[in-house]
């Protein structure tokens, strides 16, 4: 066996991929780790779900492994230090579902500003009807400048809309923020000014709890959010508070963890909070981009770099390199690349 697929690719990219390599599907592996470890024993290389941890431990099971892929971005399952050590290429398509991720955010803020349509969407005809606002002429705060955001703005900017950004990890007078037409800002600053925020910052551990009470604090009245970013950003207590008296009027989140508003937690049955289940990223076009992308890292793992242009969707593939790129990291990646 060359390649072992626990998650599909698209028709056209596996089939170009299976002229190369001898490929083995088994999508129905994916719950069951001992039967995955057996059935890396051979396998040159796999693509695994997002579901699945690629340890240390799994790892020891594949003696032959050369490349791990996925079709998500997101490290913090990957275990990528144990990679390194045993020259495992870890494979990403980071930046596949960029626009579809930037369009999700779009369309949460143009919900948001104008909730009696989201209440008609959801079968409520007969609530009350109150006033909307227009995104133009509207402050939108960009929290964080993941490669999500370089595709947001400018769609926002072609709607009239005044950009204020903060990222804690890009200092003010960086070059990026005049490229996308973003005034940097503090952080009171970008809650105090916004009507609407965005939230696509790269996660890492030391943001865990970042958005707080003392950050909350500074939240304009009937402000709005919408986010990609892993949940572990927020504090949940903070943030029930500030959707409860008023600071934040309504919130649409992107993939939050599955304790993140469970019985128990404070942000478990809040009318204005709601959370989607990974559905920014989910498109027929970012699956595409996707599958082509790990189809020819993997060929390019196994039997060389490509020779010239390759097919798919529009010619080679115009995406970021393996995860492994972004640098030095210590321990399992605990990066999220909205």
Known sequence: MDILLLERLVPEALAWLEERHHVTTRLD?????SAVRKALYNAAAVVV????????????????????????SGG?????????ERKVRVI???????????????????????????????????SEIRPGRELHGSTVGIFGLAPTAHT?????????????GYDPAIHSTAPI??????????????????????????F????????????????????????????HLFDPQALARALTDGRIEAAVLDGAQSSFAAK???????????????????????RIRASWYVAQRLHEALAGPLHGPEPGPSGPMELDGPVSSLGPLSGPASLEGP
């Open 204 to 231: 890492a551990s030391r943001y865990l709890g970042f958005i707080n009470d003392k950050m909350l604090a500074h939240c304009k009245p009937g402000q709005v959010w919408t986010g990609i970013s892993r949940s």
């Open 152 to 164: 947001l703005a400018p769609l926002l900017s072609a709607l009239g809309v005044k950009l204020i």
């Open 76 to 84: 913090d399952n990957t275990d990528l230090e144990a990679c390194r």
């Open 29 to 33: 592996l994916g719950n069951d780790a």
């Open 177 to 202: 923020w005049d490229k996308l037409q973003i005034q940097p800002v503090s952080l009171p600053e970008l809650l105090s000014q916004a009507d609407g925020i965005s939230v696509q910052v790269m």
């Open 49 to 72: 779900p997002r579901k699945i941890a690629v340890t240390r431990e799994m790892l020891d099971f594949a003696p032959v492994l050369k490349a791990v892929a996925r079709m998500q």
């Open 92 to 126: 990403q398509a980071t930046t596949a579902s960029v626009r579809a991720n930037a369009e999700y955010l779009l369309a949460g803020l143009l919900l948001l500003y104008r909730r009696g349509f989201g209440a008609t969407l959801a079968g409520d005809n007969h």
């Open 264 to 286: 128990g937690s404070p942000l478990h049955g809040l009318p204005n909070l709601t959370l989607t289940p990974r559905l920014g990223s989910f498109t027929q076009e970012a």
